[in-house]
């Protein structure tokens, strides 16, 4: 049927996906559509980069993070014209701050919903290509077809993308983070007000006033209002079990729209959402609601913004205070200490004072919220007990320092106090320090301690990554041969030496080794463990092969052409010339007469006339041992070398097919033209 997606496949669209971390080819892109349906692709493939659109996209310092690409294909003889908009996840950084910009966005954009700064370049993008595009193809009568595919982050854009603007005929997502009733209504203002009309409320002037809602009641308005509005099954979902993001997205708010139940991927490890779920909804209503505060923060300021909010506090500013200290403990009185004197009293008026003033303001908020954690954290830690990937011990200590962290922050407003007395402000500025200190050590400590929780969501973070999910699709066909993907993106088939039925004896093994198939094996055959083959080396080689054995030819055939008009042809031509000239000779004798005889004076009483001349001719052939020397020495040569060049290429291409015989499609991976 015309216009059939050509990204038809999970394993296919995953690839591509893929592709988004790095850098999308057309190259690439045709490799791996041959190398996943052994066909030729469309005809015509067009990349756009949201790169390509910096001006449109990247205002100001503070960008959002987004990046996506386009493929387009197009074939007017077979009916396709396809957009395909790829939006990246999670993995992008704030400039030159080396912090996770799409981590911070997927924390307080999604939890909390009071971020659309991402989801706005995606859809400037969305609009520009598929304006170029439809420019391009306006005299097409093949009408565009739009769909989306996105991986974490990205997956929760381009769903999101669907759910709002409800263009695209299909999206799919792999491991998406789910779109949230909170950042819809923050984003679609359609579905605000009607979410403001149902409950009688005002979000446009105050959103926070969302959070009051009942829970249940507001998700189940969220789902059935789209649910109505688009075709749930065009959103197709993708999820490990295992997921990192499927585990955190039992949190308030977010909806479950589209189809597709999880996967079990990883043997042995159900994931963390079985411990997720056990975390009481109020603790994540409570941990949302305190992420809110920061999001106006993070949007104008960037995520150096969004932490020193939650403090207040400013180390640097601190060091410079010290400095002034030391400076006038060891020199006294002087000009210079007069002057630093006068220049640090400027800075704690400009700067240091503001500070501690913020921080008064900050601090007894950060003090509630660590309240807050530890009277909720313990059920939460035990859970994490419960599952064994936490010990008891490591979980008294993270309270233990919790508690500590506590203390010292009502410490620091204690000492802040003191700083409004000059008297006391060295004094006080010291013990600030020296709490700050303490609150970092325990940090660190809660850190420490936390790790087999993080080592935890490291796994499942593993899970997450499009490598993991690549390579469960691999081996998802349940045959005795499946497919891995290296960070390459190179294709292997893999089997076990007894499924490729070979022989573990040693003269087996030799015989192996010698066989052209063995340079692209990997994997310990004396084991029995299994056999990879590099399937996109050996096309790559075997592509390559050919067209240098093609190469070889031609240039071979022009050093024929040069030696046959060089030698054969010129000698033939030399011979031409030599007879013709006999010819003329005998033919025209009177014409010599002159040449041979000379000039006879007037006045000679006798002249000879030549009458005729007779030609004895002994021209010798070619001499063979310089026509040997070409034909047998350097020709021959040449063409035994590139025929068993050309030999061992094939002999490789059909040690792969006889290798895994029962994949039908191999053989079309080496003759489908890129």
Not at 271 to 284: D, K, M, W
């Amino acid at each position: 049927m015309a216009n059939e997606e050509v990204l038809n496949s999970d394993l296919l669209r995953a690839r591509m996906m893929e592709l988004e971390y790095g850098e999308v080819t057309i190259e690439e892109v045709k490799r791996i559509y041959i190398e996943e349906t052994g066909k030729a692709p469309p005809g015509n493939i067009t990349i756009y980069r949201s790169d390509d659109f910096k001006e449109e996209l990247r205002k100001g310092e503070h960008y959002s993070g987004f990046d996506g690409t386009v493929i387009h294909f197009y074939d007017e003889r077979q009916g396709i014209n396809q957009m395909y908009m790829i939006t990246r996840g999670s993995e992008s950084s704030e400039k030159d701050s080396g912090k996770p910009l799409d981590w911070a966005y997927n924390a307080i954009g999604i939890a909390t919903g009071q971020n659309d700064s991402q989801y706005a370049d995606a859809e400037r993008f969305d609009q520009i290509v598929t304006a170029e595009i439809e420019q391009k193809t306006k005299k097409s009568e093949i009408p565009m077809k739009k769909i989306g595919l996105g991986h974490s982050l990205g997956g929760n854009l381009i769903v999101m993308l669907k759910l709002i603007t409800g263009q695209y005929d299909m999206v799919y997502a792999i491991n998406p983070a789910p779109p949230s009733v909170y950042q819809l209504a923050y984003i679609d203002r359609q579905f605000q007000r009607q979410l403001s009309e149902k409950f009688n409320l005002n979000l446009g002037d105050d959103f926070n006033a969302i959070y009051d809602i009942d829970h249940d009641e507001l998700i189940a308005f969220g789902e059935a209002y789209y649910k109505n509005k688009i075709d749930e099954t065009t959103i197709q979902r993708l999820i490990m079990a295992e997921d990192v993001l499927y585990a955190l997205s039992i949190a308030r708010g977010f909806m479950n729209i589209g189809v597709g139940d999880p996967v079990n991927s990883i043997e042995g490890f159900d994931g963390l959402r079985g411990v997720t779920e056990q975390i009481p909804a109020s603790f994540l209503k409570q941990l949302q609601l305190y992420l809110a505060q920061y999001a106006d923060d993070y949007n104008e300021n960037g995520f150096n913004g969004f932490i020193r909010a939650l403090t207040g506090f400013r180390p640097e500013l601190l060091d410079s205070f010290f400095q002034f200290a030391v400076l006038y403990i060891t020199k006294g009185y002087s000009k210079e200490t007069f002057i630093n004197g006068a220049k640090l009293s400027w800075d704690y008026h400009t700067n240091i004072f503001p500070m501690l003033y913020d921080m008064a303001k900050k601090i007894p908020e950060a003090l509630k919220f660590v309240s807050f954690l530890l009277e909720n954290l313990p059920p939460v830690l035990e859970e994490f007990v419960t599952a064994g990937i936490l010990t008891t011990e490591e979980k008294d200590i993270i309270l233990h320092e919790l508690q500590a962290i506590k203390d010292n922050l009502q410490m620091l407003l204690v000492s802040l106090a003191l700083t409004s007395d000059y008297r006391n402000r060295h004094l006080a500025m010291n013990s600030i320090k020296e709490y700050y200190l303490e609150i970092k050590k325990s940090f660190e400590n809660i850190k420490t301690n936390f790790q087999p929780v993080l080592d935890a969501f490291g796994e499942s973070a593993e899970a997450h990554s499009l490598a993991h999910v690549i390579e469960v699709l691999g081996k998802a066909d349940g045959t005795d041969v499946y497919r891995m993907y290296d960070e390459r993106k190179d294709m292997y088939l893999v089997k076990t030496p007894e499924e490729a039925g070979i022989s573990l004896d040693p003269a087996a093994l030799i015989r192996l080794q010698r066989n052209p198939l063995a340079a692209f094996l990997t994997g310990d055959i004396h084991d029995g463990k299994p056999i990879k083959v590099n399937i996109s080396s050996a096309v790559r080689i075997y592509r390559k092969g050919l067209e240098t054995c093609e190469q070889l030819r031609r240039e071979l055939k022009i050093i024929k052409t040069m030696y046959e008009h060089e030698y054969l042809d010129d000698y033939d031509e030399r011979k031409r010339k030599l007879r013709a000239k006999i010819n003329d000779m005998e033919q025209s004798p009177g014409y010599y007469q002159e040449q041979f005889l000379g000039r006879f004076p007037a006045d000679a009483q006798q002249v000879n006339l030549i009458k005729k001349i007779v030609v004895h001719e002994d021209i010798p052939a070619f001499p063979s041992s310089i026509e040997m020397y070409f034909e047998e020495a350097v020709f021959a040569h040449y063409e035994k070398e590139i025929e068993k060049t050309w030999e061992l290429i094939e002999a490789i291409k059909l040690s792969i097919e006889v290798f895994f015989d029962k994949e039908k499609e191999i053989s079309k991976l080496f003759t489908v033209s890129y």
